[in-house]
């Protein structure tokens, strides 16, 4: 049971260069989000999908774009990478059941570790 | 101000004793509150949730919730050094349509639990 996956696990880019961090689930959920971590910031949602078709800013999106391929997938990209982008980048799934609140946990990948340089 | 507030730490307890790790959110509106536990270059990994006011037990684990004083705490029983580790508190808070789909984290308590 692979839960979330994430690919890269690490990538080292120059400024200015772009790329897609890739995001997949199998746990059937229909929210995913992207944040990053970084040291003594906790983590800071960048996007997130509350379902299939949809999504929405979160707290730190600019730089960023997300496109939410399907039901299982949810990818982020840089477009021009700049060296205040370097982080842990993690995606998250969660299940939303009925009413307005979600109440559900959210599970986590295991991170890509991007530096620009 | 921070949305939710916790102690950075870190927070030394000698191993068997209870560590106890709090947080404070700013949204009244907040409903569900969780507690991850991430090791060093790991992802978090939830460890407890709680929605009422109250405290919930899981095995060690104790969730305590007041939310007329918007406080959350942890408590960890017998702590082991395998408990070594940050943990987050986070907290639900209403997205931009109205729903609360999204989790806004603290910054994380680093624990150490000495043998």
New interface residues.
Partial sequence: NAGVTQTPKFQVLKTGQSMTLQCAQDMNHNSMYWYRQDPGMGLRLIYYSASEGTTDKGEVPNGYNVSRLNKREFSLRLESAAPSQTSVYFCASSEILGGTFSNQPQHFGDGTRLSIL | QKE?EQN?GPLSVPEGAIASLNCTYSDRGS??F?WYRQYSG?????IM?I?SNGDKEDGRFTAQLNKASQYVSLLIRDSQPSDSATY?C?V?NR??????????????TQLTVLP
């Fill in positions: 939710v950075s409903q569900s969780f790991k992802s978090p990994e939830l949730f929605y987050l986070a639900t997205g931009s349509s109205g729903s609360a789909r999204q989790l806004t984290f603290g910054s994380g």
